[in-house]
């Protein structure tokens, strides 16, 4: 167990509806990132929160947007869904952030939305 | 945009014998951070090990070592005395300093141990 909660574990949904995935982080981390795993992109980084702002931005859709509360949770948002959406989002958290080795991220389970 | 390749998509390995998982990357980096994550068919991320650029000596985890080669830019996985539970796939990613320390990740390594 990583620490790492997200609910839900799994999400199905119509094209064109709007969701929400939950994150919270493991105990003391300030920094939260979302990735998406797809089957033809892999996976993806697509936004960081550092204790509440936002950090940087990957391959996040404009009709995805993301935000850190000031209790450090987090939570993705996906509106106007497609096809294309269906996949495993994690949420990763560490201490802080940098290329040193005490910034490890550790992953939550994910939650697998299925677009229908 | 740094790139992370894994050239082998699936690779077998008897139990308790020894495997190395390829992983090259490019960057123009001096810092940057190597990581390997194992992901088994329940899906979860499960981090294995961690190298940095500046690190001089490989980084060892039990069963899990990283031969790093910054020279040749390769960052390869060793698994020592292979278990069944080893079955998954493994992920290398690199964390460049320029991009909000995300972390870059190749398409993967699938991983079956055999008996």
């Known amino acids: 167990d990583s620490g790492v909660t997200q609910t839900p574990k799994h999400l199905i949904t119509a094209t064109g509806q709007r969701v929400t995935l939950r994150c919270s982080p493991r105990?003391?981390?300030?920094?939260v990132y979302w990735y998406q795993q797809s089957l033809d992109q892999g996976l993806q980084f697509l936004i960081h929160?550092?204790?509440?702002?936002?950090?940087a931005k990957g391959n996040i859709l404009e009709r995805f947007s993301a935000q850190q509360f000031p209790d450090l949770h987090s939570e993705l948002n996906l509106s106007s869904l497609e096809l294309g959406d269906s996949a495993l989002y994690f949420c990763?958290?560490?201490?802080?952030f940098g290329t040193g080795g005490n910034n490890e991220q550790f992953f939550g389970p994910g939650t697998r939305l299925t677009v229908l | 945009a740094q790139k992370i390749t894994q050239t082998q998509p699936g690779m077998f390995v008897q139990e308790k014998e020894a495997v190395t998982l390829d992983c090259t990357y490019d960057t123009s980096d001096q810092s940057y951070g190597l990581f390997w994550y194992k992901q088994p068919s329940s899906g979860e991320m499960i981090f294995l090990i961690y190298q940095g650029s500046y690190d001089e000596q490989n980084a060892t985890e039990g069963r899990y070592s990283l031969n790093f080669q910054k020279a040749r830019k390769s960052a390869n996985l060793v698994i020592s005395a292979s278990q069944l539970g080893d079955s998954a796939m493994y992920f290398c990613?690199?964390?460049?300093?320029?991009?909000?320390?995300?972390?870059?990740f190749g398409k993967g390594t699938s991983l079956l141990v055999t008996p």
């Open positions: 990613a690199m964390r460049p300093p320029n991009s909000g320390y995300a972390l870059n």
């Open positions: 990763a958290s560490s201490v802080d």
């Open positions: 929160y550092y204790n509440g702002e936002e950090r």
């Open positions: 105990s003391g981390d300030l920094s």
